[in-house]
């Protein structure tokens, strides 16, 4: 396809995600407009050829697919529906893909509210961190109806590299949830093994390397637990925003009605980290509540 015949892509949130992703959408070839709450943000996406936009309304007008990558629940509501939201000004069969990481039931009631309007959604939260929004290698869980998913699969492509379609709206956050409790509970898990091995006096990186080749090796043994050795919480994906997630999934698992007792461990040590003033560094650094508990 040449890119004349590209959609015309909008991306709202140029954080520490959404700067990457959108760079690499300019890579693909594809008209990007962008608007950011704090504009400056969004500096190296205009130097690269993107055309900044002072509201969601205003660049939903002139948009066939808009990506939203921000912090938290409320403001993709606000994004959607608030004074200057994409309704106010979006074309009927807009496609909305909703690349945050924010509450399930409410990705389900956005979507629903959106197509009484004729518009559409899918909810394609991430995994992979800066480093993977950077290499355009992250892995995107997604919710939504199938010929949403086709259309939006090219775009989604500059972006990451395993990219499936879970199930209904909502599906793509329940995913998201449950990926965000797993590499908690491995941090733990991770964390007390060390805390084992250094009170017996064993080699940590040397256990590292056994370890990351068997049944234990992981993600998280390979890049997680280095950094807890060195411990450098240079943040990759901040505390703060884990224990946001990790709400959610709490949430979630609350309104299924489940008692799911380690998963609501790793959402009070995040919690914990996050109250010690420690929320700005990386998450792995919920090996030190681990280490203070030891």
Do not use: W
Not at 63 to 74: H, L
């Amino acid at each position: 396809m040449s890119t004349a015949n590209l959609p015309r892509l909008g991306l709202i949130g140029a954080g520490i995600m959404g700067r990457p992703m959108g760079l690499n959408l300019l890579k693909a070839g594809y008209a990007l407009g962008v608007y950011a709450r704090r504009p400056e943000t969004a500096t190296p996406l205009t130097h690269a050829g993107a055309n900044l936009y002072a509201s969601p309304a205003a660049l939903a007008a002139e948009a066939d697919i808009i990506i939203t990558v921000v912090s938290d629940t409320p403001d993709v509501e606000a994004i959607l529906f608030g004074e200057h939201g994409l309704v106010a000004a979006a074309k009927p069969g807009l496609l909305i893909i909703d690349m945050s990481t924010i509450s399930p039931l409410a990705t389900q009631e956005f979507a629903q509210r959106l197509g009484t309007q004729g518009l559409r959604m899918l909810d394609a939260p991430v995994s992979g961190g800066e480093a993977g929004a950077i290499a355009g290698t992250l892995t995107i869980m997604v919710g939504g109806q199938a010929e949403d998913f086709a259309e939006a699969l090219p775009v989604l492509s500059a972006l990451g590299k395993t990219i499936t379609l879970i199930g209904e709206h909502g599906a793509g956050q329940v995913v998201k949830a449950c990926n965000n409790l797993i590499i908690a509970q491995t941090v733990i898990a991770v964390s007390e093994a060390f805390a084992i091995a250094q009170a017996s006096g064993v080699d940590l990186e040397k256990m590292r390397t056994a370890l990351a080749g068997g049944f234990a090796g992981s993600k998280v043994m390979e890049v997680h637990a280095k950094r807890i050795i060195e411990e450098n919480y240079t943040p990759g994906f901040k505390a703060k925003l884990h224990a946001k997630d990790l709400r959610i999934a709490a949430n979630t698992i609350q309104s299924l009605g489940l008692n799911l007792p380690s998963s609501q461990l790793a959402v009070n040590y995040m919690h914990e980290l996050v109250e010690q003033g420690q929320g700005e560094l990386d998450s792995s650094a919920l090996a030190k509540i681990v280490q203070q508990l030891a």
